[in-house]
């Protein structure tokens, strides 16, 4: 299959949202800190901060919303999230529906799963246990039993969902399946977890239960020092990927094999992280058995950079802080894991600038619907055309790209080379110095109606377009210089600020085209040419940015 008709197969598929809604009404892990958001910075000045955007600053805990567990979350000396290539998150896989076979506190079987769909070695298995019904934004669910007459959101998403029968994961590592996600809120079973210490009237409750349904106590079927052994050794050892907290879409699948990417943040000093789960069916004109085949064969490219404390943030921005809370040696039975919570401001890393960042009736990341993140595009590289403080134009792009209206756009400017995990290290250089766009540059892209764009540097913006210009003068006076060798005029006649000031934030986003900030990693090795491009986002639905997951297909 060559490379436009692997473009035409991903734009005819059907692509499936598996991602609960995140917001600062998400309830977290019991006794882990909730998502925070706060402002900043706001378009005009706001108490704390500046003016000129709608910056966040926001505290989360990484096991809030949809996530990937990683094994380091069991495991400390078992791969971080930044570790774990796209090969490992990605693949074939079902979803089982089990949710007329199970309430509170029940366990499921490998008997339970393989009934009702065929499960091949390695493959990814979503288990739909119907639990995503007490998810925060789904509506009420009537229970005459409880107080006021309704579940209990957060107890039915956290507390009394059913979870993995003692033999299930020997049955998954037995399947060398990739992954295992849940529609709740553990991919274990929550009394096998410090819910249970927690929460005794319902670890009781539990415990009642299975005595009537197995004939023995919780300790007797899961004796504490096995299961720590398996799920904090065996487990994170073999690879085994956990996702918790899907949603979304999930019911259209049940049942049904597909093709899924789980896509988290690639942290590098954390457990877990936030993902974007998506599946994908084939579309008109192939069938399933050939879809999958391509599916696999095709390579992902993962443009994105790690996310670490090291990476550095944009001016008067906050960087990224990790503070572990909890470690695997901390609780009885070692049931313990490691947790970190974290603080960060968004534009750092590689990252989505979303409408709401400059434009104040604009969609929030969480509003934005699936497809607008994905579609046919390009990456042009003009590194050999451009230098410190130099202007790119439309011209340049045209004259080396088959670039279509509503494409993505993915720039490469080479300046990811002075990025902070690279050998030639020069932040200076990537975060003040790099190109960036010429005056007319906005306009084309109305023209040419771009779907979104990417850079590989700090900024969509000429770094003197910004308040950069005023932080250093310096720089600013070298730029001047630059253009008025090459254009024969100044700075403010060619970019007047009333016009040209974040033109490319102020000017496109009312417009509905936002970009994408910090791209890298295999972006550097990309030739230039057309893709299938796909952004995978955090579904946030406060966050006027957002960190992200990018990747280009292409023919293997």
């Given at each position: 299959m060559d490379r436009q008709e692997l473009i035409s197969l991903l734009a005819g598929a059907r692509w499936y949202d598996l991602t609960q809604a995140l917001s600062i009404f998400t309830p977290p892990w019991p006794g882990?800190?909730?998502?925070?958001?706060?402002?900043?910075?706001?378009?005009?000045?706001?108490?704390?901060?500046?003016?000129?955007?709608?910056?966040?600053?926001?505290?989360?805990?990484n096991n809030t919303g949809c996530h990937l567990v990683g094994p380091r979350a069991f495991h400390s000396g078992s791969r971080a999230i930044a570790d774990i290539p796209l090969t490992d998150l990605c693949g074939e896989g079902v979803v089982?529906?089990?949710?007329?076979?199970?309430?509170?506190?029940?366990?499921?079987?490998p008997e339970m799963i393989t009934e009702r769909v065929e499960v091949k070695e390695g493959d990814i298995l979503i288990i739909n246990t119907g639990y995503h019904r007490y998810a925060w934004d789904q509506p009420d669910v009537a229970n005459s039993g409880e107080q006021g007459g309704i579940e209990n959101k957060e107890f039915g998403y956290y507390v009394r969902h059913p979870g993995p029968a003692p033999e299930f994961f020997p049955w998954a590592l037995d399947m060398k399946l990739?992954?295992?996600?849940?529609?709740?809120?553990?991919?274990?079973?929550?009394?096998?977890?410090?819910?249970?210490?927690?929460?005794?009237?319902?670890?009781?409750?539990?415990?009642?239960?299975?005595?009537?349904?197995?004939?023995?106590?919780?300790?007797?079927?899961?004796?504490?020092?096995?299961y720590r052994h398996l799920t904090h050794t065996t487990l994170p050892q073999a690879g085994l990927l956990l996702a918790e907290a899907l949603g979304g879409e999930i019911e259209a699948l049940n049942n049904q094999r597909a093709w899924f990417m789980i896509q988290p943040i690639p942290f590098m000093e954390v457990e877990s992280a936030?993902?974007?789960?998506?599946?994908?069916?084939?579309?008109?004109?192939?069938?399933?058995?050939?879809?999958?085949?391509?599916?696999?064969?095709?390579?992902?490219?993962?443009?994105t950079l790690p996310f670490?404390?090291?990476?550095?943030?944009?001016?008067?921005?906050?960087?990224?802080?990790?503070?572990?809370?909890?470690?695997?040696?901390g609780l009885d039975?070692?049931?313990?894991?490691?947790?970190?919570?974290?603080?960060?401001?968004?534009h750092l890393a590689t990252h989505m600038d979303g409408e709401k960042h400059f434009w104040a009736a604009g969609r929030t990341i969480g509003q934005m619907p699936l497809e607008y993140w994905h579609g046919p595009g390009v990456i042009v590289d003009i590194a050999d055309e451009v230098s410190d403080s130099s202007v790119y134009t439309p011209a340049m792009i045209e004259e080396r790209v088959d670039l279509q209206d509503g494409d993505i756009l993915l720039i490469r400017t080479g300046y990811n080379r002075y990025g902070w995990n690279s050998a030639d290290s020069d932040e200076f250089r990537y975060m003040i110095k790099h190109p960036g766009p010429s005056p007319d540059f906005s306009d084309w892209c109305v023209e040419r109606k771009i779907k979104w764009l990417g850079i590989d540097c700090v900024a969509m913006e000429h770094p003197m377009n910004t308040i950069q210009r005023v932080f250093h003068p310096k720089t600013f006076a070298e730029a001047n210089q630059k253009l008025i060798d090459q254009f024969g005029q100044d700075w403010d006649e060619i970019f007047p600020l009333d016009k040209y000031y974040q033109d490319m934030?102020?000017?496109?986003?009312?417009?509905?085209?936002v970009h994408a900030e910090n791209l890298g990693n295999q972006l550097a090795e990309a030739e230039t040419g057309r893709y299938y491009i796909a952004a995978f986002i955090q579904k946030g639905m406060e966050l006027a940015s957002c960190w992200g997951r990018f990747v280009a297909f292409r023919e293997s």
């Open positions: 882990e800190m909730p998502l925070q958001v706060h402002f900043f910075k706001r378009l005009t000045g706001s108490y704390g901060g500046g003016q000129g955007a709608n910056g966040q600053l926001i505290e989360w805990s089982v529906d089990l949710s007329d076979a199970v309430s509170d506190y029940d366990l499921y079987t990739k992954l295992v996600g849940v529609d709740c809120g553990s991919a274990e079973h929550p009394m096998n977890t410090n819910i249970r210490f927690m929460h005794e009237r319902e670890f009781d409750k539990a415990d009642a239960r299975l005595r009537e349904t197995h004939g023995k106590s919780w300790e007797e079927l899961f004796p504490p020092e096995e936030w993902s974007r789960v998506v599946a994908l069916q084939p579309g008109d004109g192939i069938g399933q058995e050939d879809f999958l085949v391509v599916m696999a064969e095709a390579e992902m490219m993962d443009l670490s404390v090291q990476t550095p943030q944009w001016a008067n921005y906050e960087p990224l802080s990790v503070k572990y809370t909890k470690r695997v040696g039975f070692g049931l313990g894991r490691n947790n970190a919570h974290c603080r960060a401001s968004f934030h102020l000017n496109l986003f009312p417009k509905g085209i």
